[in-house]
């Protein structure tokens, strides 16, 4: 079976910041993904940094070398049902988090991520680099 992982913003950070771990898994790796809203958290911080353009530049190239997901009809129904199933556990996420495992969900990908609260949602596969 092909391991096809969805990185989340933490990760992309952490190979941004030169992360072996994160570089070494990475290079194993056989599919990887990576949802549009990772890109406009990256392109958020590289607004608010004090290098805006060199930021901006480093997501800007990291974008086109990779697959990036956005959302659909499809993606909006796994994003209702997540939210709905955390409203009733009564553990709030970030909305950016319920739509990109909404998108890791829709995929069947495995979530990389270093974020706990995301356990929070059933059925999502997570692995921790």
């Given amino acids: 079976m092909i391991d096809r992982y969805l990185l989340e913003t933490d990760i992309?950070?952490?190979l941004f910041a030169n992360d072996?771990?994160?570089?070494?898994?990475?290079?194993?790796?056989e599919e990887v993904f990576v949802?549009?809203?990772v890109i406009g958290e990256l392109c958020y911080g590289a607004q608010k940094?004090?290098?805006?353009?060199?930021?901006?530049?480093?997501?800007?190239?990291?974008t086109a070398r990779s697959v990036v997901?956005?959302?659909d009809a499809e993606t909006a129904r796994h994003y209702g049902e997540i939210k709905n199933a955390l409203r009733i556990k009564g553990c709030p996420l970030p909305e950016n988090d319920i739509w990109i495992a909404a998108i890791a969900m829709q995929?069947?990908?495995i979530l990389v991520t270093r974020d706990v609260n995301l356990?929070?949602?059933?059925?999502?596969?997570?692995?921790?680099?």
Avoid: K, Y
């Fill in 49 to 62: 940094s004090e290098r805006t353009t060199e930021n901006l530049m480093q997501v800007d190239e990291f």
């Fill in 69 to 71: 997901l956005g959302c």
């Fill in 119 to 129: 356990n929070e949602i059933d059925g999502l596969n997570i692995v921790r680099w």
């Fill in 20 to 29: 072996v771990m994160t570089q070494d898994n990475l290079a194993q790796a």
């Fill in 107 to 109: 995929h069947e990908l």
């Fill in 35 to 37: 949802p549009s809203i």
């Fill in 12 to 14: 992309v950070i952490a």
